[in-house]
């Protein structure tokens, strides 16, 4: 444990932003020091990328103070903050697709030739050497970064950031798509980071994460700083308390329903890349866990039975009935409904009403041979709007308005207006604030006693051990476990499962 | 739904009343220019106000007025088809062609018709089928139809339509009233109620807005995109045949260009080129403003080509104007 | 070697070269050195307005207005020729740039500052410059008795046995090629067509790099006015009417995808010369030149088939032996 230096790298003090109708920052501070890890630890819309953005220079703030080294600076454009070392790795990777490795760690600030020219190739040894300091010396830098994985990709995005000798290193909810494996290494380098004295703000909602890789935390509640401090000095149920403002003991409320019978039957099921010899069943008011480190297959899977890809072969069956599904309109009509991980791009439609998206998969039943009917779409919003308790101003309003929670659950009502039989729900409460994560879980339960047979895919132990009936474990595309959830059952044997590791080796 | 007992929060339908949002929308800012067009060109020109002389205006932008109903849908759903006029050219001289081999009137108008049709329908395969971005598709389709059309004519014209053929591009059906602007009138209601009134119209927005949200809620996203294709070809073919019959010939340039005063069109009727908004009322008043001015400037003697200049302004001003006055007020507040 | 077979230049390389062989068994003569300069010497307007499209397609925008720009310098230069003969032809080639810049960047300005779709805005402004010939002009054309020889020759003149119309075509093509590769206002235009949000954290001004690439196709459209005028000695309201989305086929043909950020200064130099080619072969095959809008719709169609097929990706490898197999 590196001792508190006195002097922290950057400070932010008095900081307010404010959007139009929203307060998004009120007067927080937040210190970083150099050779530690602080934890920014917060709800969804405590103004956490507000902060981040105010830092990278994308917003300006309406007030407050940035100094680093104890000097006042001014940041009013990214390259700015780029230039005064400050630099992020964000959530989606954001990275140039079509360019070279050396080329994305060097974008704005290229070696240059004595004629002012880019010079390729002092780019390409640097990148190089940068790449092997990080111990990622197996990215070529020649090598287009499509090609590459989604955490050799956050290991040029580090390289960039060292490139540019960046004392403080912000890593937005950087372990979001990463593997167990990945995970691991990526918190390797961050311990090198740390030894080169580097000020790091980790931004994550896994908290084993925050306890196993930070040395500080500061959180933010609404827009606000609510506490801060030593990670050893603090618990869990401390850190959740500031977080949500109430201690909350996060029961889940799974109750126990009779199992009916079978409706759904998967037998022989493969994808040629993505998944193969999946068989399993489903039946009436259970809840099917889908476990799996990231990438294992399982939305893959899910969107194949959706009919958004095609399987190569195998056959599905929907109580007792062969079902053949080539596309989402198909798998709706037949009963099974998806709701998406990827919220804002495949479940909301963020520009049209809220009244509108839970209306638009049920339309043929709001009209009449065609032509719409709005009282009856009115109606049947506003049926399954109560239903879900949804928050909004009005039906009419845009859904892209709504919070995270609220457009997930905007999502839901959509498909329980079509009275399915399935519902897949993938990664349901990802990334949403914990009032709206509970009033899910809630529903789900609800959904179950109702007799509709439930498939969520969660990353989440507590959310899977605490809602499923049965857990399926998948790994690399196939199927590695179907475990009863009763008491026996043990998180480590699902882990065990879904990173391949076997009973002796643990 | 046993232990629920909360009470279900109340959320209203609206809270914008749909005749305030009316009152304020791109359309009847729309209707005030062309209503102070109107006036503007009635004192400007004393022959303005007679009927045969707006009758006539009427034929300025009929033709590309109805392909410019199809083409909105198919921008709201976020493609376009820049291949309009040549899928015209194309039309003209498969009618052209069934003229010398004495074909009559009813099999012209269905050949033009159906080659239009065809033509929308070879676009909405490239496009839904093989998954390829539309701008460049219809450029290239753009070449190929009138390219036939050239291969076909060289620097020949096609003349000599039969007399019967005559009433869709110059008949009138009552007193003043063209048969052309009755029909734009009838497929203007037509396009109103498909897109603003049916599951259909819904669709074609939902996609716009987001095709990607709208397939993984079940819209059958590609149909819905071929079928634009087919319409919009399709009123390319009627247009084809009212501009034979107004024109009595066909050259491989006819309607050189009218792709983009038909997109202008579009847009100036406040659709969105990004997709996803838009309404057929606006591309309806659109299309009389571009009649109005081209028919006002013309009575002034105004030289075509200067119109341009008036029609390429009115399209950057009447987008730059919102755009503006938001930024105005966000730098105020 | 295995990137230079794999890559749509090259094989466009080799289309071009078996059209040519295969033109030369029809009509002997086709391929010789004379009559391939006379068919670059023909391409050479085409090709510089081809990287000028380039540039802008790359940032995700396009630009409709650069043949109506064309024509609008063309028509300035023409008439100050006619008017003041005594003025030196460089300076007006110079002249004809910063026209093109001027009006470029009035696009680039409106795409910036305002936000407005690029389609919209060279919509519109390929109307209002076109409009504006015939304001400036009066309706009337300039011919080659009004414009002096010097302004005619400019582009005729022999150097090294190339026209130095030629030449202007081959220095742009390296000059574009070093800013490209070698500038870093050439690795931003990259980036904001790969990834805008990305580029926004690197410091890179999007709408600014937009502006820049506005201009920089304004440019060239201005300096082609002037060729274009030279060379067919007649400025008129008429010139390069429509060849607004030829210039956008040379590109499509030459691999720039239209979604920003792919694309190379040698595949759009490809793309115009395969139209080019196109044109100089139909007629020495005995093909009706009227047959040339049809083949080269054809050929954007088929490029655009190719070039998607190159692109797609398959799903996901998550099996371990579909890795492999892969």
Redesign the interface.
């Known amino acids: 444990m590196t001792l508190p230096l006195p002097i922290p790298k950057i400070t932010l003090s008095g900081i307010t932003k404010t959007f139009p109708g929203v307060r998004a920052l009120h007067e927080v501070g937040l210190e970083l020091y150099p050779g530690e890890v602080t934890a920014l630890i917060g709800e969804n819309g405590a103004g956490k990328s507000t902060l981040v953005k105010t830092m990278t220079g994308i917003y300006q703030p309406d007030a407050g103070e940035i100094r680093i080294d104890s000097l006042p600076v001014e940041l009013p454009s990214p390259h700015a903050a780029f230039r005064l070392g400050i630099t992020a790795i964000h959530q989606e990777t954001v990275l140039f697709d079509e360019l070279s490795v050396a080329e994305n760690i060097f974008l704005g600030h290229a070696p240059k030739t004595r004629f002012k020219t880019v010079d390729w190739r002092g780019m390409r040894e640097r990148a190089g050497k940068l790449l092997g300091e990080i111990g990622a010396g197996h990215i070529a830098p020649d090598e287009r970064l499509k090609d590459l994985s989604i955490a050799n990709k956050h290991l040029v995005a580090v390289a960039r950031a060292l490139s540019v000798d960046a004392d403080i290193v912000i890593m937005d909810e950087p372990t979001a798509a990463l593997s167990f494996k990945e995970i691991q290494d990526l918190f390797e380098l961050i311990e090198i980071l740390k030894k080169n004295g580097k000020a790091i703000l980790f931004i994550s909602h896994k908290f084993d994460e925050i306890y196993r890789i930070a040395d500080r935390y500061t959180v933010f509640r609404d827009g606000a700083m609510v506490g801060k401090g030593l990670i050893k000095d603090t618990n869990q149920n401390e850190v959740v308390r500031l977080m949500v403002g109430r201690s909350v003991d996060h029961v889940f409320p799974k109750k126990s329903v009779e199992i009916g019978e079978e409706i759904l039957t998967v037998a022989g099921y493969c994808h040629p890349t993505e998944f193969a010899d999946i068989n399993f069943t489903l039946h009436k008011g259970e809840i099917l866990g889908f476990y799996g480190l990231v990438g294992a297959g399982r939305s893959e899977l899910m969107q194949a039975l959706f009919g958004i890809t095609k399987p190569s072969k195998g056959a599905v069956k929907i109580a007792g009935e062969i079902a053949v599904i080539r596309s989402p309109a198909e798998a709706v009509e037949k009963g099974i409904v998806y709701v998406p991980e990827e919220r804002g791009k495949q479940g909301v439609i963020v520009d049209l009403p809220i009244f509108q998206n839970i209306s638009l998969p049920s339309l043929d039943r709001t009209s009449q041979n065609g032509f719409l009917k709005l009282v009856e779409e009115f109606a049947l919003a506003r049926e399954y709007a109560a239903r879900l308790d949804l928050r909004a101003a009005s039906l009419d309003q845009n859904a892209g308005t709504l919070s995270g929670g609220n457009q997930q659950k905007v999502v839901i009502a959509k498909w329980l207006a079509t009275q399915p039989r399935v519902i897949i729900l993938d990664e349901p409460t990802k990334g949403i604030d914990i009032g709206s994560k509970a009033a899910v879980h809630a529903f789900m339960g609800e959904l179950a006693a109702n007799g509709l047979a439930v498939i969520m895919i969660s990353s989440e132990l507590p959310e899977i051990m605490g809602m499923s009936d049965r857990i399926v474990v998948m790994r690399e595309g196939r199927i590695a476990a179907v475990l009863e959830n009763n008491e026996e059952l043990k998180a480590e044997a699902l882990v065990r499962a879904a990173a391949g590791i076997g009973e002796e080796a643990a | ?2 232990d ?1 007992t ?1 009470e ?2 109340h ?6 009343t749909p005749l305030r949002a009316a009152i304020f929308s791109w359309p009847v800012l729309l209707l005030v220019v062309a209503i102070a067009l109107f006036v503007l060109n009635s004192f400007a020109s004393p022959y303005f106000l007679s009927p045969w002389s707006l009758s006539d205006a009427t034929f300025n932008f009929t033709e590309k007025a109805i392909i410019a109903l199809a083409m909105a849908l198919l921008i709201i759903s976020g493609e376009i088809d ?1 291949s309009v006029a040549s899928i015209i050219a194309l039309a003209s001289t498969m009618m052209g062609l069934a003229l010398q081999l004495g074909v009559g009137t009813p099999g012209l108008v269905a050949i033009g018709i159906v080659t239009g049709l065809f033509c929308g329908v070879f676009n909405g395969f ?1 496009v839904t089928r ?4 539309s ?3 219809t ?10 059309s ?2 076909v ?3 020949q014209a096609f003349k000599g339509y039969p007399a019967s053929f005559d009433f869709f591009g110059q008949g009138y059906v009552w007193w003043v009233v063209s048969f052309e602007f009755v029909l734009f009138l009838v497929c203007a209601v037509i396009y109103y ?1 498909l897109l603003h ?7 074609v ?2 996609i716009g ?2 095709p ?9 996203v590609e149909r819905v995109k071929f079928f634009l294709f087919c319409l919009t070809g399709l009123m390319s073919g009627i247009a084809a045949v009212l501009l034979t019959s107004r024109l009595a010939s066909t050259r ?1 340039s006819i309607a ?2 009218w792709e ?1 005063e038909v ?2 069109m579009v ?1 100036l009727g406040g659709v969105s ?2 997709g ?2 838009g309404s057929i009322q606006g591309v309806v008043l659109a299309a009389f403003i571009m009649g109005l001015v081209t028919f006002g400037l013309g009575l002034l003697n105004v ?1 075509g ?9 009115l ?2 001003f009447v ?2 104007l919102p ?2 006055f938001r ?1 105005l007020r ?1 730098r105020r ?1 | 070697m295995k990137t230079l077979v794999r890559s749509r230049e090259f094989w466009l390389a080799v289309i071009i070269a078996v059209m040519i062989v295969a033109t030369n068994f029809r009509s002997p003569g086709f391929a010789s050195p004379g009559n391939l300069a006379s068919i670059f010497n023909d391409t050479a307007i085409l090709l510089i307005l081809a990287l000028g499209q380039m540039t802008v397609i790359l940032t995700r925008s396009i630009d409709l207005s650069m043949a109506s720009n064309l024509a609008l310098t063309g028509m300035i230069v023409a008439l100050i020729n006619a008017a003041y003969p005594a003025i030196p032809v460089p300076a007006l080639m110079v002249l004809a740039a910063f026209c093109g810049v001027v009006l470029g960047a009035f696009n680039g300005a409106l795409v910036w500052l305002l936000g407005i779709p690029a389609i919209v805005v060279t919509l519109g402004t390929l109307t209002i410059y076109r409009g504006l010939i015939f304001l400036i002009a009066g309706g009337q054309w300039v011919n080659a008795d009004a414009m002096s020889s010097s302004f005619v020759q400019l582009t005729r003149t022999d150097l090294l046995g190339l026209p130095l119309l030629s030449w202007y075509a081959i220095v742009v093509a390296a000059g574009f090629f070093l800013l490209m590769t070698r500038t870093s206002v050439g690795r931003s235009i990259y980036a904001i067509g790969v990834n805008p949000t990305a580029s926004i954290y690197a410091g890179i001004d999007v709408g600014r790099t937009k502006f820049v690439a506005f201009c920089l196709s304004g440019m060239l459209s201005g300096f082609c006015g002037y060729l274009w005028v030279s060379r067919y000695v007649i400025g008129s309201v008429e010139v390069a009417k429509g060849y607004e989305l030829t210039i956008v086929a040379a590109c499509v043909i030459g691999g720039i995808s239209i979604a920003g950020g792919v694309g190379t200064v040698v595949g759009a130099v490809l793309g115009a010369l395969f139209l080019g080619v196109i044109n100089s072969a139909l007629p020495v095959i005995n093909i009706s030149p009227f047959w040339q809008m049809a083949i080269s719709g054809a050929a954007i169609i088929l490029a655009v088939v190719l070039n998607a097929r190159g692109e797609k990706r398959g799903g996901r490898v998550i099996l371990r032996q579909a890795e492999s197999a892969s």
């Open positions: 739904m046993t629920t909360h279900a929060r959320i209203p339908d609206r809270i914008d820049l490239l093989l998954g390829l971005p701008i460049v598709v450029i290239g389709t753009m070449s190929f139809f009138r390219g036939i050239f291969i004519l060289g620097d109620v009134r049916t599951n259909f119209g819904r669709h927005f939902v807005n987001n990607m949200a709208a397939r993984f809620s079940g819209v059958r491989p050189l260009g983009l997109v202008t847009v080129i990004l996803g908004s030289p080509i200067v119109m341009s200049i008036f029609i390429g302004t399209l950057i987008i730059a755009i503006v930024m966000e507040s």
